[in-house]
């Protein structure tokens, strides 16, 4: 296997890896908006 042929795998596998982590990231702040939300109709019913 050639040099480049090392780094190419290796970019894609460390491409896979961040896509996960991007991935997981989203839903993070999907979750964090989602609870956001509620909390705030929560608060503009009881004001």
């Given amino acids: 296997m050639t040099t480049a ?15 996960k982590k991007i991935d997981g990231l989203k ?4 979750e964090s908006q989602e609870r ?3 909390q705030t109709e929560q608060q ?3 004001g």
């Fill in 5 to 19: 042929e090392q780094l190419k795998k290796t970019i894609v596998e460390q491409r896979k890896i961040v896509d």
């Fill in 27 to 30: 839903t993070i702040v999907r």
């Fill in 44 to 46: 503009s019913r009881q």
């Fill in 36 to 38: 956001q939300r509620t």
